[in-house]
């Protein structure tokens, strides 16, 4: 089991600036990705970005405004999130996958959730 807790969320206003954090814990050799998504009310959870042990994926609502970034010796992984809009006003989850793992199929490829962080963009 991998336990994941986030933090880092919060009320912002349009045009400003958050970092999440996401800590995982337990059996933390057998993550290979790690990643975030977020959940907007009545919307499906969206893939945002995930880095693997170099390389980083992004989806099209975070390309060039997040930025993801990982601390292997810590087992933590950041989403530092610049300009932000109301629309990403959201729960934002973190996220691990094995290797070998379909991370970009949507949230049925990967094994792991943290309980999410809520960040509301005000206008």
């Known amino acids: 089991q991998v336990q994941l807790v986030e933090s880092g969320g919060g009320l912002v206003q349009a045009g400003g600036s958050l970092r999440l954090s996401c800590a995982a814990s337990g059996r933390t050799s057998s993550i290979h990705y790690m990643g975030w998504f977020r959940q907007a009310p009545g919307k499906e959870r969206e893939f945002l970005a995930a880095?693997?042990?170099?390389?980083?994926y992004y989806g099209d609502s975070a390309k060039g405004r997040f930025m993801i970034s990982r601390d292997n010796a810590k087992n933590t992984v950041y989403l530092e999130m610049n300009s932000l809009k109301p629309e990403d006003t959201a729960v934002y989850y973190c996220t691990t996958a094995d290797f070998g793992s379909d991370i970009l199929s949507g949230p049925r490829g990967w094994d792991y959730w943290g309980q999410g962080t809520q960040v509301t963009v005000s206008s």
């Open positions: 880095r693997g042990r170099s390389i980083p």
